[in-house]
């Protein structure tokens, strides 16, 4: 049986049991939510030793990072390094991007170097081997399968019906995602529906051979502000609601996956909507970034959306580096990325249902060490300490307070006057 299928069953599966432990969340209780599909505890049967994770209703915002060649630069060593930092940094799951050199050693490469999650999107293999054909597609997937990936990346939300949607709307971008462009050109080159589509059920078998999660892939999200909540992405969110439902039948884990560019005004209404349009399947978004206008800083504008993202029930965020839109990101870009998006996580859990109190805890954990002027147990609590530490004592000089106000500190000033206002009383 799937882990699904046993959660349905009453089971509480192993890895179910782990997620809860780690969670604090009571274990028939997560197997119940697995069960209805509102959590998904991604891990495909192949993989040994892996350490689940859980994404979902009740749980802790996760992180993903996108690591992978190009064909412009395709060292597997180099992206192995980078899915290494990434988990260094505290990222929940990694996905494999490769679309440059041998795609097939960089994912078993870093499918043997990690213990978290792995994803990957299989179209990329087939357009890479010149094989964009109905078997072709799904030759991929299952290979992926095979190798241990435990969740991927499917477009089965573009076919002609949303084209058309497309088509009738036009945009200014267009198609930014690689996946959903790939599988328009399927269709314009063929005239034939999205194999992905038009065979789900056979996608549905693979997946439950495997136990594979199935994140339906956002290929129509919109690219630009100017593109935002139109026609074509809601199409799709419709479609792929309807599309949950059917692997949800068939004991398949699912999630969804969402845009991309949106203004900070119309992202509380796209996250609702993806979670009502797909019964509360896991949301997995990509920013989204809320405005165009930042390269360089686009980690920032996606975490200034992702935390309004959280707050509206998002539950699996993708890192942004400061590379979006302008190079393959470094082992730094990746780190940098890595932490600002688990602030963003964090900062959405502090409002989450189900785990902000444990969320506030560590904020207080914190603010107690600075009441305590107590540097040392700021160090701990701080999401990074390295950074922390360094920029702490880059300057060489040591006092009990910051250099910032040294000795006008606010802290020790009020602490000080309140201690004299009680020895007066």
Same mark, same amino acid.
């Given at each position: 049986?799937?882990?699904?299928?046993?959660?349905?069953?009453?089971?509480?599966?192993?890895?179910? !049991?782990? @997620?809860?432990?780690?969670? %604090?969340?009571?274990?028939?209780? =997560?197997? *119940? &939510?697995?069960?209805?599909? $509102? +959590?998904?505890?991604?891990?495909?049967?192949?993989?040994?030793?892996?350490?689940?994770?859980?994404?979902?209703?009740?749980?802790?915002?996760?992180?993903?990072?996108?690591?992978?060649?190009?064909?412009?630069?395709?060292?597997?060593?180099?992206?192995?390094?980078?899915?290494?930092?990434?988990?260094?940094?505290?990222?929940?799951?990694?996905?494999?991007?490769?679309?440059?050199?041998?795609?097939?050693?960089?994912?078993?490469?870093?499918?043997?170097?990690?213990?978290?999650?792995?994803?990957?999107?299989?179209?990329?293999?087939?357009?890479?081997?010149?094989?964009?054909?109905?078997?072709?597609?799904?030759?991929?997937?299952?290979?992926?399968?095979?190798?241990?990936? !435990?969740? @991927?990346?499917?477009?089965? %939300?573009?076919?002609?019906?949303? =084209?058309? *949607? &497309?088509?009738?709307?036009? $945009? +200014?971008?267009?198609?930014?995602?690689?996946?959903?462009?790939?599988?328009?050109?399927?269709?314009?080159?063929?005239?034939?529906?999205?194999?992905?589509?038009?065979?789900?059920?056979?996608?549905?078998?693979?997946?439950?051979?495997?136990?594979?999660?199935?994140?339906?892939?956002?290929?129509?999200?919109?690219?630009?502000?100017?593109?935002?909540?139109?026609?074509?992405?809601?199409?799709?969110?419709?479609?792929?609601?309807?599309?949950?439902?059917?692997?949800?039948?068939?004991?398949?884990?699912?999630?969804?996956?969402?845009?991309?560019?949106?203004?900070?005004?119309?992202?509380?209404?796209?996250?609702?909507?993806?979670?009502?349009?797909?019964?509360?399947?896991?949301?997995?978004?990509?920013?989204?970034?809320?405005?165009?206008?930042?390269?360089?800083?686009?980690?920032?504008?996606?975490?200034?959306?992702?935390?309004?993202?959280?707050?509206?029930?998002?539950?699996?965020?993708?890192?942004?580096?400061?590379?979006?839109?302008?190079?393959?990101?470094?082992?730094?870009?990746?780190?940098?990325?890595?932490?600002?998006?688990?602030?963003?996580?964090?900062?959405?859990?502090?409002?989450?249902?189900?785990?902000?109190?444990?969320?506030?805890?560590?904020?207080?954990?914190?603010?107690?060490?600075?009441?305590?002027?107590?540097?040392?147990?700021?160090?701990?609590?701080?999401?990074?300490?390295?950074?922390?530490?360094?920029?702490?004592?880059?300057?060489?000089?040591?006092?009990?307070?910051?250099?910032?106000?040294?000795?006008?500190?606010?802290?020790?000033?009020?602490?000080?006057?309140?201690?004299?206002?009680?020895?007066?009383?």
């Amino acid at each position: 049986m799937t882990l699904m299928e046993e959660a349905k069953s009453g089971r509480v599966p192993r890895e179910i !049991d782990l @997620v809860a432990e780690r969670e %604090g969340i009571e274990p028939g209780k =997560l197997a *119940r &939510l697995v069960a209805a599909g $509102r +959590v998904v505890v991604p891990r495909n049967v192949r993989r040994e030793g892996l350490e689940p994770i859980g994404v979902g209703e009740m749980l802790t915002t996760k992180v993903n990072v996108n690591v992978g060649t190009s064909k412009s630069l395709d060292s597997p060593e180099i992206e192995v390094e980078k899915a290494l930092a990434a988990v260094a940094a505290g990222a929940d799951a990694v996905m494999d991007l490769s679309t440059g050199g041998d795609l097939d050693l960089v994912r078993r490469k870093i499918l043997d170097a990690l213990k978290i999650p792995v994803g990957s999107v299989p179209i990329y293999n087939a357009a890479v081997r010149n094989d964009l054909s109905s078997q072709g597609l799904f030759n991929a997937l299952e290979k992926h399968a095979r190798d241990g990936v !435990d969740f @991927v990346t499917v477009h089965v %939300g573009v076919n002609k019906n949303s =084209l058309e *949607r &497309l088509r009738q709307d036009p $945009r +200014v971008m267009g198609v930014v995602s690689r996946g959903g462009s790939l599988t328009m050109k399927y269709i314009s080159d063929t005239g034939e529906e999205n194999p992905y589509y038009a065979e789900y059920d056979y996608l549905l078998e693979i997946a439950r051979e495997y136990d594979l999660t199935l994140s339906l892939g956002d290929g129509l999200r919109p690219g630009c502000i100017e593109d935002a909540s139109d026609r074509a992405k809601y199409m799709e969110f419709i479609m792929l609601g309807e599309l949950v439902r059917r692997a949800r039948q068939e004991g398949v884990q699912a999630m969804v996956e969402g845009p991309g560019h949106v203004p900070a005004d119309e992202i509380q209404t796209s996250v609702k909507a993806m979670k009502h349009l797909t019964d509360g399947a896991p949301l997995y978004l990509l920013g989204p970034l809320v405005t165009d206008v930042a390269p360089g800083y686009d980690h920032i504008t996606a975490a200034m959306g992702g935390v309004i993202a959280g707050m509206a029930g998002a539950d699996f965020l993708c890192a942004t580096t400061p590379s979006e839109h302008l190079d393959l990101p470094t082992k730094d870009d990746v780190i940098e990325g890595t932490y600002v998006t688990r602030v963003a996580a964090h900062a959405a859990d502090l409002t989450r249902p189900g785990v902000r109190e444990r969320a506030r805890a560590w904020d207080l954990q914190m603010a107690k060490a600075r009441a305590d002027l107590n540097w040392t147990g700021q160090f701990e609590a701080a999401i990074n300490p390295a950074r922390a530490k360094q920029i702490r004592h880059r300057r060489g000089v040591e006092t009990d307070t910051c250099t910032m106000c040294s000795e006008l500190c606010a802290i020790r000033l009020s602490k000080e006057a309140m201690e004299r206002e009680a020895a007066r009383k």
